[in-house]
């Protein structure tokens, strides 16, 4: 059975830094895509970053060059450094596959505000 658990979520203040983790079990983690997601209030869940098998990114436009995506797959787990947050960063931040599997993590709540 595929788990996925995010942690680092919390308040921030709007130019600050969050890392999130994400540990990953029940699955061969370095074969597969992963990608962060996020799902704001009122909108539907979109792909902010995803990191394939062999080191391909790619980001929203949102987010490039400011949420470096990684992983460590000795750990089973993806990260994702979030800087110059601003507040329409606002939302809960998921982990999955790409495409995604049809079971979410509870995910983790980011909220940016002064």
């Known amino acids: 059975q595929v788990q996925l658990v995010e942690s680092g979520g919390g308040l921030v203040q709007p130019g600050g830094s969050r890392r999130l983790s994400c540990a990953a079990s029940?699955?061969?983690?370095?074969?597969?895509?992963m990608g962060w997601y996020r799902q704001a209030p009122g909108k539907e869940r979109e792909l902010v970053a995803r990191l394939n098998s062999i080191g391909i990114i790619r980001y929203a436009d949102s987010v490039k060059g400011r949420f470096p995506i990684s992983r460590d797959n000795a750990k089973n787990t993806l990260y994702l450094q979030m800087n110059e947050l601003k507040p329409e960063d606002t939302a809960v931040y998921y982990c999955n596959v790409d495409p995604p599997f049809r079971d979410w993590g509870q995910g983790t709540q980011v909220t940016v505000s002064s």
């Open positions: 029940g699955m061969i983690f370095r074969f597969n895509t």
